[in-house]
């Protein structure tokens, strides 16, 4: 009798149990699928961070290639500059149609140094500054095929500086401080 009392009584509990011991089985197995997932994620994202790190390393690399090739353009640009000068204080024009043929006529005349060499080779001519109004004086750009002839005419105007004309280099950027007048 107080056995089967104590039965009786024990029914519930073990059926509380048996549901726990059900609900603690359904949550390991939901561990154990989340503990895998979690591995996958953490697995994906170490993958990213190294590929992170590869990239930032390739970006780096490619940075410091685009400096130089940015670096050797400028030097590219500079170099095809080399042999410009620049013509300033010109009279609309007084070259007519032949540019190229006016400054090789008159360079001799400007630079007095010039006129016993031989004749300066120009690869091409032209003005610049069109905008302008046509009455002003306007510049005159052109290329020299041997850099000796640009330094001649540059080395001839410092030292002859007649006022009529502005001969300097045909950089960019010119330095005032090699302005000659011819």
């Not at 009279?91 to 016993?116: N, R």
Request: aromatic share 4%; proline share 5%; charged share 30%.
């Amino acid at each position: 009798m107080i056995k089967d009392a104590v039965k009786d009584a024990m029914i519930p509990v073990q059926k509380s149990v048996s549901d726990m011991e059900i609900t603690l089985r359904t949550m390991t197995e939901h561990m154990a699928s989340h503990d895998k997932k979690f591995d996958t994620v953490f697995n994906k994202m170490e993958t990213i961070q190294a590929n992170q790190r590869k990239n930032e390393t390739e970006t780096a690399r490619c940075l410091k290639e685009l400096a130089k090739l940015r670096e050797d353009l400028v030097g590219q640009e500079d170099r095809s500059r080399r042999n410009n000068v620049r013509l300033g204080n010109l009279s609309p024009g007084v070259e007519g149609d032949d540019p190229l043929g006016y400054i090789q006529k008159m360079l001799p005349k400007w630079i007095p140094a010039l006129s016993g060499r031989s004749p300066i080779e120009i690869d091409r001519a032209h003005r610049i500054y069109s905008t302008r109004s046509s009455k002003a004086p306007r510049v005159m750009i052109f290329r020299l095929l041997r850099y000796t002839d640009r330094q001649a005419i540059l080395d001839g105007a410092r030292k002859s500086r007649p006022t009529q004309t502005t001969l300097f280099p045909g950089l960019q950027h010119h330095d005032e401080s090699t302005e000659a007048g011819v």
